[in-house]
């Protein structure tokens, strides 16, 4: 993988992958209200300035995101991000049903114009599909 960092946080990692042509976020440590957007508005950074239209959201590192943080990536973030250029997304959870279920909640009402978004638990999955778009 030919990655560059952009930005390493204690919470979060952001990267562009060369490989798959996209920006790849990692979350690292559970945060909620101001500390999630702020990483969520770093990772819209991101994907302006490298004019990405493809994201990969590693939240296999957390287990759940409160309901005003979903609410807010959902009606505030996500608008934003396909207003930017964001067409493809792949979001990888834990393992578990309720961090499946706590993602498509989140992504639950979010239609990228592109495709609709690939959620899974696997991370060779995500990178595959992420690839193919």
Same mark, same amino acid.
């Given at each position: +993988?030919?990655?560059?960092? #952009?930005?390493?946080?204690?919470?979060?990692?952001?990267?562009?992958?060369?490989?798959? =042509?996209?920006?790849?976020?990692?979350?690292?440590?559970?945060?909620? =209200?101001?500390?999630?957007?702020?990483?969520?508005?770093?990772? %819209?950074?991101? #994907?302006?300035?490298?004019?990405?239209?493809?994201?990969?959201?590693?939240?296999?590192?957390?287990n759940? *995101?409160?309901?005003?943080?979903?609410?807010?990536?959902?009606?505030?973030? +996500?608008?934003?991000?396909?207003?930017? =250029? %964001?067409?493809?997304?792949?979001?990888? *959870?834990? &393992?578990?049903? #309720?961090?499946?279920?706590d993602?498509?909640?989140?992504?639950? =009402?979010?239609?990228?114009?592109?495709?609709?978004? %690939? %959620?899974?638990s &696997? +991370?060779?999955?995500?990178?595959?599909? #992420?690839? &193919?778009?």
């Open positions: +993988m030919s990655a560059e960092t #952009i930005e390493d946080t204690k919470n979060y990692t952001i990267e562009w992958d060369d490989d798959i =042509g996209a920006v790849v976020f990692t979350w690292d440590e559970y945060v909620s =209200g101001q500390t999630f957007r702020d990483a969520c508005e770093a990772l %819209l950074d991101a #994907i302006k300035r490298k004019n990405a239209s493809k994201s990969l959201t590693d939240t296999r590192g957390v759940a *995101h409160d309901a005003e943080d979903q609410e807010w990536l959902q009606n505030d973030w +996500m608008p934003r991000a396909l207003d930017v =250029g %964001l067409e493809y997304s792949a979001v990888v *959870h834990p &393992d578990s049903v #309720i961090s499946e279920m993602v498509e909640n989140m992504m639950d =009402g979010v239609e990228p114009s592109g495709a609709k978004p %690939l %959620l899974t &696997d +991370m060779n999955e995500a990178r595959e599909w #992420i690839a &193919d778009k």
